[in-house]
């Protein structure tokens, strides 16, 4: 077995570092004071080829692997969560449902400006009465003639109000009883749909998270996405590679915490001597760098599994499970480390914190993780 990571992976997390370090880390805070969306940020890692890095060149995609796109996020993330939230949900949740289940036509309409950065996307899942069941969905889509009509409304959407293409979930009319999903392709520009409210979030402020409404939305036949009644088949296959990047995520938040802590365990000086000599501090830091070292092998194994095209659904729960569990921790104790001051904005130590709790919830809560994971071990529908 090799552990080490390829020259052009280790030459992918460079460049990434090397912006973010440039251009992310330099605004962030004042990004996430004012709640503004980064959009000449997204712009210039769209020119670095950063929002489809897991897509091949013919799709318009940078041609590289998910374990480069791991690392992507990773570095993006510790810079910014919110950059790394935008690009994950763009690349993850926009743009893999179309290279799953897309037809050449769509692939060349919506996949190429979505993969080579030139336009956002989402992922309209979740609603007002169904998040992690997703059976409850109730928006409603009906075939009239050549169009789709659709009724409904999404929330907690990630880059609504930006996005230029949103995959949307909608139960169709002859399929209601049964309550099967079907996906579709919705342009932002679509009459009959429109941005609800933007949430005030806890963290992550220079994200959108907002609502989106359907009111009689019409869209081509051919914006169907996949076959009628096979949407949640696609958005579980989504989700198992959105769990990366929320996996990813949470490293680079807990190493961006982990990083903060270990300087000023170093610097910050009680009782004559530096405080990380005392063993409550030291031990925090020690268990910081163990448990974001464990996270990062399970999140990059998941990654190369789905590389290898070897089944990856178990492991990338447990990813992203173990990671934002370790990110809660890690960003915890980085406050705890830093004391009085941690809890002030004048340190970054707070906002990780505030940030990583997103990641226990997105892509599927712990507890849903942990549902998953028991299902697929044991073969039985664990509630």
């Known amino acids: 077995m090799d552990f080490a990571l390829s020259p052009q992976h ?8 090397e912006f ?7 605004i962030a805070e004042e990004l996430e004071r004012k709640g503004e969306f ?29 374990l480069a796109y791991a690392i992507t996020v990773e570095e993006l993330s510790r810079a910014s969560g919110s950059v790394g939230i935008i690009v994950s949900a763009h690349t993850s949740l926009g743009c893999n449902p179309i290279y799953l289940a897309g037809t050449d036509a769509q692939k060349e309409k919506y996949l190429r400006p979505m993969a080579s950065g030139e336009v956002i996307g989402a992922y309209g899942l979740t609603e007002p009465g169904a998040g992690s069941d997703s059976r409850g969905t109730k928006t409603r889509a009906h075939r009239d003639g050549e169009e789709w009509v659709i009724n409904g409304s999404k929330r907690f959407i990630t ?7 949103y995959i949307v979930t909608a139960v169709t009319d002859r399929e209601q009883d049964s309550g099967k999903i079907s996906a579709f392709i919705v342009e932002a520009d679509t009459p009959g749909f429109s941005i609800g409210r933007m949430e005030e979030k806890m963290g992550l402020h220079a994200s959108n998270t907002g609502e989106l409404i359907f009111e009689d939305c019409r869209i081509p036949a051919a914006n169907l996405l996949g076959d009628e009644g096979e949407g949640d088949k696609l958005f579980l296959k989504t989700l198992d590679g959105g769990r990366i990047g929320i996996a990813s995520m949470a490293l680079g938040l807990a190493q961006a915490a982990y990083e903060a802590a270990s300087a000023y365990a170093k610097e910050r000086k009680q009782f004559g001597r530096p405080i990380g000599e005392f063993q409550g501090v030291a031990f925090k830091i020690a268990d910081m760098a163990t448990t974001i070292d464990a996270a990062r092998l ?11 095209g070897k089944p990856y659904s178990t492991e990338a729960a447990m990813a992203k499970l173990y990671a934002s569990e370790v990110a809660r921790d890690v960003t ?5 480390v830093h004391g009085g001051y ?8 707070e906002r990780y914190l505030r940030d ?5 919830i997105g892509e599927g809560t712990s507890e849903i993780q942990r549902m998953v994971i028991a299902r697929n071990l044991l073969g039985l529908r664990a509630m």
Do not use: F, H
């Open 20 to 26: 973010a370090e440039r251009r992310i880390v330099p």
């Open 10 to 17: 280790e030459e992918i997390r460079r460049t990434v570092r």
């Open 159 to 165: 880059n609504a109000g930006v996005a230029g293409t």
């Open 356 to 360: 990583a709790k997103l990641t226990e």
């Open 298 to 308: 399970m999140t990059y194994r998941a990654a190369w599994l789905k590389d290898c």
């Open 38 to 66: 980064p959009m000449e940020i997204i712009r210039e890692a769209a020119a670095l080829g950063l929002l489809g890095v897991p897509y091949p060149e013919e799709v318009g995609g940078t041609g590289l692997d998910s």
């Open 342 to 349: 941690g809890y002030v904005t004048e340190y970054k130590v």
């Open 332 to 336: 915890n104790d980085a406050v705890q």
